[in-house]
């Protein structure tokens, strides 16, 4: 499946669900992650007042960092071959996570 418009599919990065400390953390008060890996983006969009296409920036495998409150925020969750995937416009993304290969999870 690919999205239209400015529209990107992304899949939570699973969360830590025991602390450094050892304690375990039941799933029911865990956040939902604010991290994800890009899926798939859609081509872009044409601005309404110029009329000039808008690229999008993202790509797939990129890991996003996206809000979870906004003005006008709103994702739609779908099951995908198994996966539950967000579809968030590309505006709602805070921002891309650089080196996240070296990355240790522990150090979100």
């Not at 992650?33 to 808008?54: A, D």
């Amino acid at each position: 499946m690919k999205p239209l418009r400015d529209l990107v599919f992304i899949k939570d990065d699973p969360k830590a669900d025991k602390t450094l400390g050892g304690i375990y953390i039941p799933q029911t008060a865990q956040e939902r992650p604010l991290i994800g890996t890009v899926v798939c983006v859609g081509p872009g969009f044409y601005h309404p007042k110029t009329g000039k296409f808008i690229k999008t920036t993202c790509k797939p495998g990129d890991k996003v960092i996206y809000g979870k409150y906004g003005d006008g925020l709103d994702y739609s969750k779908m099951d995908i071959n198994g996966e539950e995937l967000l579809l968030v416009e590309e505006k709602y993304l805070l921002g891309i996570w650089l080196n996240h290969d070296k990355e240790d999870e522990n150090d979100r």
